[in-house]
């Protein structure tokens, strides 16, 4: 349809490679609801006469109500639409639909509203998962655990500690998406090719109807731009690593040797040979999905890093990674707060495994510095203390005075007794009440950094929702006007 130039059509092998029909799928809707926009802006301008702009609304309507296949005869969707609205009404009539705009400002138009539906539904769907991650912490802040550094036991823990360290990543996740929206959430459509029209359109006109926040000023900028779609896809790798590690974290810890949590059935798989096996496979695959959604990312700035200024046909691949790391990011949120709600906590394994090792032994340097011992001295005493019972297969509370001798042969401030009385002092539950830093595993910090982060989620939650039902309410009203408008004649 677009080759008034050529004499012959598109090669057909030409037309196979270059065809996105498929990857429009996502946004034949937003397409439609777009071109209506357009149409009843040319009417309401007198660019068009009213009699072919119904009748233009009237098809497009029309076409909502069928599930248009993809048809590998044409480029694009857009050309695809066009061409059965034109089909439809006759060229003299349905050819007017695409007056004033490009498809080079259309494409931009149709991410851009697919795109800011996304973010909505992603913050969504994101905010609830933050909330179930709170509210395990709320039931487990109790739940003794040993915190790790280089997969090593570091300190005495909580695993509400674990989960609210990850509430906040996710936070700090919404944050990001939720203040991209804005410059999703601009209205590219008006500007032609790349250097605008000379027909008497109101692009503030468009704007308003699809409540879009501002007119994109530039029109070069406005069609050839991407850099909105760059950057979901790197709030989207870092949302998925986040949710990855926690992946990570949780095969790990369901495994037979460290055995802290244990995943509901239905969220694991057998092996094909081993009756015994009960794999995490939803969680790997989250794993592997992210590396789907971080090459998405670099995919799409490989593409852009060498293009020149205006619309290149290079930008329709775009559209296939894109479409992707939404659907991934999405799902993956979705099913991995179903797992969290499901999750087996083993809380006893947790504590027996903290009371194994030699995790108080911050706390007895720290208590040694309370006496005034310098703490580089408390340390050495401590580390000496450590080995001498690695080496007897004991724990610190077993030691003996005459064992614990060399530890502090060489300081007069630290006795062998004294020692013995700051052990004995010292349990999980002292380590974890003395604990007072702000932020940190203590129980008392524990309460405050729940109650804290349960008030942001239920200040987050009211903002997302009323941001989703102003764009469902716009779309609703745009709909309800397109139809009074055809129902007028």
Not at 6 to 34: E, H, M, R
Not at 143 to 154: D, F, G, R, S, W
Not at 211 to 236: M, Q
Request: charged fraction near 25%; glycine fraction near 4%; hydrophobic fraction near 40%.
């Amino acid at each position: 349809m677009y080759r008034s130039r050529f004499n012959v059509d598109l090669n057909k092998y030409s037309l196979d490679y270059t065809s996105s029909t498929t990857d429009d799928a996502a946004i034949i809707l937003y397409d439609i609801i777009g071109s209506q926009a357009h149409v009843l802006m040319l009417y309401k301008n007198n660019i068009i006469p009213k009699n072919d702009s119904i009748k233009i609304l009237i098809a497009l309507e029309e076409l909502k109500k069928l599930k248009i296949k993809n048809n590998l005869k044409y480029d694009d969707v857009h050309e695809l639409i066009e061409s059965m609205i034109i089909n439809k009404l006759g060229i003299k009539c349905g050819g007017k639909m695409h007056t004033g705009r490009s498809r080079n400002d259309q494409i931009s138009l149709d991410l851009r509203l697919k795109l800011r539906e996304d973010v909505n539904m992603l913050c969504f769907y994101l905010i609830d998962l933050i909330d179930v991650l709170i509210l395990l912490a709320n039931k487990n802040k109790r739940t003794i655990m040993p915190l790790y550094t280089h997969l090593q036991q570091a300190q005495i823990g909580l695993f509400s500690h674990y989960l609210l360290s990850y509430a906040d990543s996710l936070l700090r996740d919404f944050d990001r998406l939720y203040a991209s929206y804005d410059r999703i959430n601009e209205c590219p459509l008006g500007s032609g090719p790349i250097g605008g029209t000379s027909m008497p359109i109101d692009r503030k006109f468009i704007m308003k109807k699809l409540k879009f926040k501002k007119l994109i000023s530039n029109s070069i900028d406005a069609t050839s731009t991407r850099d909105f779609v760059v950057e979901y896809l790197s709030l989207t790798s870092i949302l998925m690593t986040n949710i990855s590690r926690m992946a990570e974290d949780f095969i790990i810890w369901s495994t037979s040797e460290f055995s802290f949590i244990e995943l509901a059935d239905e969220f694991t798989s057998t092996s094909s040979i081993m009756p015994q096996k009960k794999n995490c496979d939803v969680l790997e695959i989250a794993r592997g999905k992210t590396s789907c959604v971080i090459g998405n990312n670099i995919c799409v700035l490989t593409i852009l890093k060498s293009l020149p200024s205006g619309y290149n046909r290079d930008l329709q691949e775009i559209k296939k990674p894109l479409w992707s790391s939404s659907e991934i990011s999405i799902q993956t949120i979705f099913i991995f707060k179903m797992i969290l709600k499901s999750l087996i906590i083993k809380k006893s394994r947790m504590r027996s495994i903290s009371s194994e090792g030699y995790l108080t032994s911050l706390d007895i340097a720290e208590a040694l510095v309370k006496k005034k011992i310098a703490f580089r001295t408390a340390h050495k005493i401590v580390g000496k203390l450590v080995q001498i019972a690695y080496e007897l297969n004991k724990p610190l509370s077993k030691l003996t005075v005459n064992e614990i001798k060399n530890s502090v042969e060489h300081d007069n401030h630290c006795t062998p007794e004294l020692l013995i009385k700051i052990i004995n002092s010292v349990t999980l539950e002292s380590s974890l009440s003395n604990r007072m830093s702000y932020g940190s595993s203590g129980f008392y910090e524990q309460e405050k950094m729940i109650d804290e982060r349960l008030k942001k989620i239920k200040s987050y939650k009211l903002k997302i929702n009323k941001r989703r039902n102003e764009i469902k309410d716009a779309i609703t009203n745009f709909s309800a006007e397109i139809k009074k408008t055809i129902n007028r004649v």
